[in-house]
């Protein structure tokens, strides 16, 4: 296949002024009916031609008239008047047969939809792309007693319902849902006094688990009002638990659809962090309505427009709602652990792609992730205000339009005055830069010199200079603060600042709050680490001085240089029992950097990572952790004890991690006893899910993992968390064996993407296990992606991204995950989804 270049964009021939849609469900005939008023568009005259894919096309007729189009696989073309026109066409299509959750499929019984990027060509011919946008009406026909579409609801009768959607939207935006559902429903009233009805659907047996999700609903509309000043524009507002699911959510105009791992939770079934993560979901989805519905993106190349503006919104929204420092650091974790790793690699691209064969594929954390982080960078680059204010001005330009990062920044320099013509490269280069930082002290005089440089990406040998805010502070050497936070701006690869009149050298804390996505590099040694772990006013910088410490102390271990350093034990014991720190930031410190991560560190400083070695050294130094901070673990386990009813805030969700992090500690020192006491007690998943970890960690827990089982056999959700923790937490040499038995139970239906992540995502994230000498984690991963690849393309092209680091490893490992890559390759009728990730990431 043919990649498409951001270069060859055109708009569109012809516009859409209006769509009229009927559905005639029927699991394997549905019949869909289009009505569509076509204009020519007079700034890019050119031929008509519709997009479609796996249809049956039955009738079209252009302005009563009927004609006989030509049609391949993807796409149909007509003779056509040459002003505008009403299109009519009857295409049937097969819900039921639609594995690859992409179009109209079912799941459970239920219909649904997903049309976000290009799945609206499998529901009928259309110009299938985000810059066309319409008003679109819906008649939904069956006997089903929930039928749901975007938009308002119209009329109602026996076995019919339409809705009508006024604000005009692109295809992707499109939903339909039916089937046999119940609604836990609320109510909002906008600033403006518009009453929303709100409801959220599910199957009848989780009708307990919504009121979180619609808990969070309403708190998300009311901090866009307050903080961005963006109201809900329709009277309804439904939202829609699918079990079967490929991403996590979807924004569809007034009808968004989630998997429901993404919003159904009970203190009972759900996990602190599922709770979290369900509440930023459902506020991403929300926030999606202005940045994203009401502003598109012009082509897919754009993603980032709407993905990397509404990822930084739902990260300042829990920031907001949750500890802000908290929230920072686990973002920073997410970002290094999938971002970096990413742009580390084979699959590194811009922010703004150039370049794709399947766009699925480029809904990356590059495009979320990093995108947020430019977006954060602009607004400390302006500042708060002129950042409030271009949003504004966006919103006020472009309401109702599809967009481009142009158009983007052109608000900001408008706003500002500022030239944002080298920030623009932060979208078009990829790989993370390098900061590297040394120190001059004379007189009085504090200098800091910067070099940067970002290495060679896929496509791009050679990098230009990135405007980079440096957030920096100094610190005494009694720990007060001699320079408050103070943001240096890079622009070239050599930059010196310096700060005078100082009474005595400083400490610098650099790069506070991590202000932008970069490794620092600076030759600290262990006593300043230590320092800045006790003093820094920056709770980042705070966390990341242990962070520092630990990748240093592991890193040594794995390469023989020193065993578990006891100053550094010591100053973690310090933390641990430090009662004025959040204890959530407490657990974050005490969390020991990933060994993906101590593999990446590794590479870096070109050593070959070995994984059973850096898993022995990572269990080396909790064991020795545990038994240097014995006690205070003891005394912190009871002191976190929860207190009262459980509720899923920020306040108590930090406890019980500190709880459960101490508990796996101890495990290592009791054997388990506590963590079987916990296990007995719990009376939430939290603390439940916690001991049974800490017990699969230390080789115990198996009448636990039985008991469990038989309480949660009909949970499918949490059954997936059976699923995975075996997997996930299995020593090395029996990962592969133990995902090999689970893949045969007969509850792993692997068809169903959460159950199959569950399994085969859960072994490549046991990096020992996956990446045993023996290979079998290789082979279990790539047979499972063979079978899953003519079923659901899009899961695994995604899952195909565990062999991108493919390149760290010995001679041996890389053999073995070649042959493996080779053999997806080569599996016949390979999708274009996966074709192109695994060639990207063999090249
Ligand atoms: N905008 C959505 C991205 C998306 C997606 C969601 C579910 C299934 C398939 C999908 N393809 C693309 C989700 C979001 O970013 O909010
Ligand atoms: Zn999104």
């Not at 809705?163 to 009233?189: C, M, N, Q, R």
Request: hydrophobic share 40%; glycine share 6%.
């Amino acid at each position: 296949p043919q990649p498409i270049y951001l270069k060859d964009y055109r708009p569109p021939a012809w516009l859409v002024e209006d769509v009229k849609l009927t559905f005639r469900l029927d699991p394997t005939a549905t019949r869909v009916l289009s009505r569509i008023r076509f204009v020519p568009n007079p700034d890019a005259p050119g031929a008509f031609k519709l997009d479609g894919e796996k249809l049956k096309l039955i009738s079209a007729a252009i302005d009563g008239v009927p004609v006989e189009p030509e049609i391949t696989d993807t796409q149909l073309t007509c003779k056509t008047p040459d002003g505008p026109f009403t299109w009519e066409a009857e295409v049937e299509i097969d819900p039921q047969g639609n594995t690859t959750l992409e179009g109209l499929y079912m799941s459970n019984g239920m219909y649904c939809t997903q049309c976000e990027a290009e799945g609206f060509r499998k529901i009928t011919y259309y110009p299938d792309r985000p810059d066309v946008m319409a008003p679109f009406s819906v008649r939904i026909e069956s006997d089903l007693p929930v039928l749901l579409s975007n938009g308002n609801p119209g009329k109602r009768g026996d076995a019919f319902a339409e809705w009508i959607d006024p604000w005009p939207k692109p295809a992707y935006l499109f939903a339909l849902v039916a089937g046999e559902l119940v609604a836990h429903e609320d109510s909002f009233t906008t600033a403006g006094g518009k009453d929303v009805d709100l409801a959220i659907w599910v199957r009848e047996a989780d009708i307990g688990k919504c009121a979180f999700g619609m808990d969070a609903l309403k708190r998300s509309m009311l901090w866009d009002e307050q903080v961005y000043g963006r109201e809900y524009d329709l009277d309804v507002f439904n939202i829609v638990a699918v079990d079967d699911f490929n991403m996590g959510a979807m924004e569809n105009k007034g009808l968004n659809i989630f998997n429901s791992a993404a919003v159904l939770a009970s203190p009972e079934t759900a996990t602190d962090a599922n709770f979290e993560r369900i509440e930023s979901i459902i506020a991403h989805e929300y926030f999606h309505n202005w940045t994203g519905n009401r502003i598109t993106c012009r082509d897919w190349f754009q993603l980032c427009l709407k993905e990397g503006l509404t990822v930084f919104r739902d990260q300042q929204f829990s920031a907001d709602e949750r500890s802000a420092a908290v929230r920072r650091i686990d973002d920073v974790l997410a970002l290094r652990a999938r971002q970096f790793r990413e742009d580390n690699g084979p699959l590194a691209h811009p922010v703004r792609p150039q370049s794709f064969v399947e766009i699925n594929n480029f809904y990356t954390a590059t495009v979320y992730e990093k995108g947020a982080e430019l977006i954060r960078m602009l607004k400390r680059l302006v500042g708060d205000n002129a950042y409030y204010e271009a949003l504004e001005l966006y919103f006020a330009r472009h309401d109702g339009q599809a967009c481009t990062i142009e158009d983007w920044l052109a608000v900001f320099e408008d706003a500002t005055g500022r030239d944002l013509s080298q920030f623009k490269r932060w979208y078009s280069q990829a790989g993370t830069p390098r900061v590297y930082v040394t120190e001059d002290w004379r007189d009085g005089s504090y200098t800091l010199q910067f070099h940067q440089e970002t290495p060679p990406t896929p496509g791009q040998d050679e990098k230009r200079s990135l405007v980079i805010p440096v957030a920096v502070g100094l610190l005494a050497q009694n720990g007060s603060e001699l320079r408050g936070t103070e943001v240096l701006e890079l622009t070239s690869r050599e930059q010196s600042f310096t700060f005078e009149n100082l009474p005595e050298r400083p400490v610098p804390s650099i790069l506070r709050e991590f202000s932008a996505p970069v490794i620092l590099h600076r030759n600290s040694d262990k006593a300043e680490r230590l320092f800045l772990l006790r003093h820094d006013t920056d709770s980042f910088n705070k966390w990341e001085a242990a962070r520092g410490l630990m990748k240093d102390c592991l890193t040594g271990m794995a390469l023989g240089e020193n065993t578990a350093d006891e100053d550094l034990l010591s100053a973690l014991a310090d933390v641990l029992r430090d009662d004025t720190l959040d204890p959530a930031f407490r657990a974050l410190v005490l969390q020991q950097p990933s060994e993906d991560d101590i593999a990446q560190t590794l590479f870096e400083a070109n050593t070959t990572p070995d994984p059973t070695r850096i898993h022995q050294v990572s269990e080396q130094f909790a064991n020795a952790f545990a038994a240097h901070a014995e006690g205070s673990l003891a005394s912190v386990f009871t002191a976190m004890k929860p207190e009262g009813v459980y509720a899923p805030d920020a306040q108590g969700a930090g406890r019980r991690a500190l709880l459960n992090a101490s508990l796996t500690l101890l495990s290592r020192r009791d054997g388990g006893e506590r963590a079987a006491e916990q296990y007995d007690t719990a009376d939430n998943m939290t603390l439940q899910l916690g001991s049974l970890s800490a017990l699969l960690r230390v080789g115990s827990g198996i009448s636990q993992l039985e008991r469990f089982y038989d309480q949660w056999a009909d949970d499918r959700l949490v059954l997936d968390k059976w699923f995975s923790m075996q997997v996930a937490l299995a020593t090395p040499g029996d990962a592969a064996r133990i995902a090999t038995d689970l893949a045969e139970h007969p509850k792993f239906d692997w068809k169903n993407p959460n159950r199959f992540r569950a399994v085969v995502g859960g072994l490549a994230s046991n990096a020992a296990g996956f990446h045993h000498a023996s290979g079998k984690g290789y082979d279990f991963v790539s047979d499972w992606l063979i079978r899953l690849d003519p079923v659901n393309p899009q899961t695994t092209a995604r899952m195909s991204t565990v062999f991108e680091t493919w390149r760290r490893y010995d001679a041996d490992r890389q053999d073995l995950m070649r042959a493996a890559l080779g053999r997806i390759q080569s599996s016949p009728g390979l999708s274009r989804d996966t074709g192109e990730m695994v060639a990207r990431i063999l090249e």
